[in-house]
């Protein structure tokens, strides 16, 4: 079993940018597929970013596309979510998530997909 814990959070303008890590401990991320979601108040938690078990495949949610990008350090077993160009809209909670599929090519978008959560980290942008 994977233990997540998401950092990097934090209040920050429109315009800026902010770095989300996601230390894996009990179990090394090359065996797992990962993702972000976030969680706005009062909505539910949505897709954001998901590299495959590979590391050769990324998907994004189109509100995020060209703006954020996901990727993995298997030394540090640590994954990445480089945020840019934050808009208020992008205010939420972030989770890391981690998928123990068997196929090393396939991204996955659905909260479903994933068995492991992390506790999330809280991202503010102000206009």
């Given at each position: ?93 972030y989770y890391c998530a981690a998928s123990s599929t068997t196929y090393r090519y396939t991204v996955y978008r659905g909260r479903d997909d994933y068995d492991y959560w992390g506790q999330g980290t809280q991202v503010t942008v102000?206009?």
């Open positions: 079993q994977v233990q997540l814990v998401e950092s990097g959070g934090g209040l920050v303008q429109a315009g800026d940018s902010l770095r989300l890590s996601c230390a894996a401990s009990g179990r090394t991320l090359s065996g797992y597929a990962m993702g972000w979601f976030r969680q706005a108040p009062e909505k539910e938690r949505e897709f954001v970013a998901a590299i495959t078990r590979s590391g050769y495949s990324t998907s994004y949610a189109d509100s995020v596309k060209g703006r954020f990008s996901i990727s993995e350090d298997n030394a540090k077993n640590t994954v990445f979510l480089q945020m840019n160009s934050l808009k208020p809209e992008d205010t939420a909670v102000s206009s």
